[in-house]
């Protein structure tokens, strides 16, 4: 590492040389991608605690890469942050989660909810609020059927911002709830001024909740500080029927996990929701 005298520091990084070929790669093939239908949503199910019912699903990306396979999200999102590419595939999740909504409503299924992840670079984007308003106009939909799940990420970067869109949103009738709550850094006072309705416990504390006091004080008192807000909580990552109580008992309203469902193909989709409304 070389101090060039003021308080920036170059450092020669093979790696850093690594990360940006890999990245310019990722955008290409994200291009390429797109055109060859190689991305795809599984749709994990969200369970109401007190009556046990599903209620809807939350839309995650998956890429099928030909060479390389399934690649998850959490490897090539956080290398596309910041690109145009991420922007153009967030825009076509959303438009795929309509597609899926008009789907339901046409097979009769007309009460799903479908929750959005939106990237901070998508979500301050100045053409997302005419995008999902032309959207509600062109698939006929309302926007009750929809949940934009931001992270706590977005909100802090620009939170003058990141407010008046979801002010604007919030009536057409898009709701928002607040991802991977407790792994950022908003606070009591941020979640007083935003419109949100709805805040994910992140699973990096339910998975433990059992066994690690402090991840489950964490939770308990972020279900409690919610409710006192008047707002909803999901628990994400719920893995056992002893979580599932546990939260119930101290008010969690939503679950979402693997003890219910692993995310669904989108080719499995129907299915599942048929399964779930049989009786
Ligand atoms: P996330 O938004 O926190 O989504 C929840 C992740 O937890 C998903 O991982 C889901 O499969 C996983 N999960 C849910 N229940 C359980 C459980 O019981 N046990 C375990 N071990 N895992 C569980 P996934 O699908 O790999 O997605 C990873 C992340 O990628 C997401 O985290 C989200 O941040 C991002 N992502 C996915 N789809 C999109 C998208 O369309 N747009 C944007 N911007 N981000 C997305
Ligand atoms: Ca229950
Ligand atoms: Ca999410
Ligand atoms: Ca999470």
């Not at 609020?129 to 006929?140: D, G, I, K, M, R």
Request: proline share 4%; aromatic share 12%; charged share 25%.
């Amino acid at each position: 590492a070389k101090m060039n005298g003021g308080d920036q520091c170059f450092v020669y990084d093979p790696k850093m040389y690594q990360r940006v070929a890999h990245r310019v790669m990722m955008e290409g093939d994200v291009r390429t991608a797109l055109l060859e239908h190689q991305f795809s949503l599984a749709l994990q199910p969200q369970i109401e605690a007190n009556t046990n019912r599903f209620i809807g699903f939350e839309a995650l990306l998956r890429w099928k890469h030909p060479e390389r396979g399934m690649i998850s999200p959490d490897d090539f999102i956080p290398v596309l942050e910041n690109s145009e590419q991420m922007i153009e595939l967030g825009y076509w999740v959303v438009r795929r989660c309509f597609e899926l909504v008009r789907n339901f409503i046409q097979l009769g299924y007309s009460d799903i909810k479908v929750a959005i992840n939106l990237s901070a670079n998508q979500f301050l984007d100045p053409n997302l609020s005419p995008f999902l308003t032309n959207l509600l106009q062109a698939y006929e939909l309302d926007a009750k059927h929809f949940e934009l799940e931001l992270t706590e990420q977005t909100l802090v970067e620009d939170i003058d911002k990141a407010i008046a869109v979801m002010v604007t949103l919030r009536e057409y009738g898009f709701s928002f709830a607040i991802d991977d709550f407790g792994t950022g850094y908003s606070s009591l006072a941020y979640l007083k001024r935003m419109p949100v309705d709805i805040i994910k416990i992140d699973k990096s504390f339910v998975f433990g909740m059992l066994e690690n006091n402090a991840d489950y004080q964490i939770i308990m008192s972020t279900i409690a500080m919610v409710k006192s807000l008047d707002l909803k909580v999901v628990a994400e990552g719920v893995e056992t029927g002893a979580q599932m109580r546990s939260l119930e008992e101290n008010g969690c309203d939503y679950f979402q996990g693997y003890y219910f469902a692993k995310p669904v193909p989108e080719d499995e989709i129907i299915e599942y929701i048929q399964e779930q409304f049989r009786h």
